[in-house]
């Protein structure tokens, strides 16, 4: 559990975060929506230590971490994996040396050893088949789905992702969230999606969390959201809070 408790956040006049309290649940799929400038990428960083909160607590798992210093965050980082929306690979290495090198850098595996472990990070985001090809040479579902793999290499508790399907095609939309329900199936990682993206939101939310204004609007399930009598979420959500989507 992540429990985010009254945030505040300015940078110079600007109060991006204004009292912000959140609890994230171990398992679920928790979605942070609002509109362009709402601060949810800057609440989402305060996890991993890119941005400081200037007053209120954060709890990771029970452990306060509002005080911790840079050094602090590391081990953080290995438990709490971060997927940004411009993730990039390294041109020069196949996808699999591309999801194997944090393998080798923090498990300290043998080459051969960190490839296999990659090569089933590669299977949870079926592209087992493709391990060879260098990032060049697939298009940006498919990269987007290698920097999935490479988030999990290290089998994070928590994965963040900030807006994984602007971008791409609907198709690869689709895959994006279709995987991003999988792996907390499949591996029971807590997700945190950070999107615009209303298929997205009522196809995969446990929950949703809207930030307004610097606060927390509104914070429920997607029926709750549906049923909404809020002008403001309503407007948000309008004309696309149909049933859940086919995955
Ligand atoms: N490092 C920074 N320095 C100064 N201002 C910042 C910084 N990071 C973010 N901001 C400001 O904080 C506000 C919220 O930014 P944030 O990136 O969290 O928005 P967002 O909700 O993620 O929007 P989008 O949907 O466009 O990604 C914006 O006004 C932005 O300009
Ligand atoms: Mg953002």
Excluded: W
């Excluded at 398992?27 to 991993?48: C, N, P």
């Excluded at 290995?78 to 393998?103: G, K, R, Y």
Aim: hydrophobic residues 40%; negative net charge; aromatic residues 8%.
């Amino acid at each position: 559990m992540i429990v985010f408790d009254s945030i505040f956040k300015s940078f110079g006049q600007n109060r991006v975060l204004d009292g912000v309290s959140i609890t994230v649940n171990t398992g679920e799929i928790t979605f942070i929506i609002g509109k362009s400038g709402a601060g949810k990428s800057v609440l989402v960083k305060h996890l991993v230590g890119l941005v400081r909160q200037d007053s209120g607590r954060i709890f990771f798992e029970g452990k306060d971490i509002t005080d911790y210093q840079e050094q602090d965050f590391y081990d953080l980082r290995l438990q709490c994996a971060m997927v940004f929306q411009h993730s990039t690979l390294f041109d020069s290495m196949s996808l699999l040396e591309n999801v194997a090198l944090p393998i080798r850098k923090h498990r300290g595996l043998s080459r051969t050893d960190s490839l296999d472990a990659a090569r089933e990070k590669l299977r949870l985001v079926h592209l087992e088949h493709l391990s060879d090809r260098y990032p060049a040479e697939v298009g940006d579902g498919l990269r987007k789905r290698v920097a999935i793999a490479r988030a999990l290499a290290l089998s994070p508790k928590y994965l963040v992702f900030d807006e994984p399907t602007t971008g791409l095609d609907p198709v690869n939309a689709v895959r994006v969230d279709r995987l991003i329900r999988e792996l907390k199936d499949e591996t029971g990682v807590t997700s945190i999606v950070v999107s615009h993206d209303l298929r997205s939101i009522f196809g995969i939310a446990d929950r949703i969390v809207m930030l307004y204004q610097g606060k927390v609007l509104k914070d429920g399930s997607p029926e709750q959201f549906r049923e909404t009598h809020d002008p403001i979420v309503a407007q948000f959500v309008g004309g696309h809070a149909e049933g859940p989507m086919e995955l």
